[in-house]
């Protein structure tokens, strides 16, 4: 498909693990990122994948990655309220003219905690 | 300042007005992004700085919009006869250099109305 495609909401409890995933478009995108958007604050970078790579952990963060069926995930471990924001995932598709490294957005996933 | 500012963060306006939207990155950053964020669209990369090169327009929706980044630093997103279909998110991020394993930085964004 032409679009970054992600489900919409997530429900999860505290203490539960999250898993939000991702399909993206271009499957020579060099790296793909996961960002985080907060009520009323700008996207924070939550970490990036080369795309050689078939894993990332980074705390309680795991991203995997599977390039022949363009398929990102994000897995959050021990869930907490803080964590309920909206996650984006981002590619920097090679096949866009024009140089530069534009990011290629998804939809965004809600990420409700519940207590 | 730590991070990327932008300014004014909130704009009401009136449809056929002009509006300015204003980008202070991060210093010495040499790349310097706009994306938007609307309900309809998700978030969609508008233009691109990246030193004294020409910018990636490529993004931009219509010949209503314009950007220039005077010195290197300040950016300034113009958009002229405003309608409706404007209303959204502008944000700015800057990055390092315009390379793709330079973190983009995101700024808390201009929330535009067009009434």
């Known amino acids: 498909g032409e679009d970054v495609e992600q489900s919409l909401f997530l429900s999860v409890r505290e203490g539960d693990s999250s898993v939000i995933n991702c399909t993206y478009t271009?499957?020579?995108?060099?790296?793909l990122y996961w960002y985080k958007q907060e009520p009323g604050a700008g996207l924070q970078l939550l970490t990036y994948?080369?795309?050689?790579?078939d894993m990332k952990q980074d705390q309680r963060l795991t991203v995997l990655l599977n390039k022949k069926d363009k398929h990102l995930s994000l897995r959050i471990a021990d869930t907490q309220t803080g964590d309920s924001a909206i996650y984006f995932c981002?590619?920097?598709?090679?096949?866009?003219?024009?140089?530069?490294?534009?990011?290629?957005f998804g939809t965004g996933t809600q990420l409700k905690v519940e207590l | 300042g730590a991070g990327v500012s932008q300014s004014p963060s909130n704009k009401v306006t009136e449809k056929g007005k002009d509006v300015e939207l204003r980008c202070d990155p991060i210093?010495?950053?040499?790349?310097l992004y706009w994306y938007r964020q609307s309900l309809g669209q998700g978030l969609e990369f508008l233009i691109y700085?990246?030193?004294?090169?020409?910018?990636?327009k490529s993004g931009l929706p219509s010949d209503r919009f314009s950007a220039e980044r005077t010195g290197g630093s300040v950016s300034t997103l113009t958009i002229q006869r405003t309608q409706q279909e404007d209303s959204a998110v502008y944000l700015c991020?800057?990055?390092?250099?315009?390379?793709?394993?330079?973190?983009?930085?995101f700024g808390p964004g201009t929330r535009l109305t067009v009434l």
């Open positions: 700085f990246q030193g004294n090169s020409a910018p990636d």
């Open positions: 210093s010495g950053h040499t790349a």
């Open positions: 991020a800057s990055s390092l250099t315009g390379a793709s394993y330079n973190e983009q930085f």
């Open positions: 994948i080369f795309s050689n790579m």
């Open positions: 271009d499957s020579s995108s060099t790296y």
């Open positions: 981002a590619e920097i598709p090679r096949k866009l003219t024009g140089g530069g490294n534009k990011l290629t």
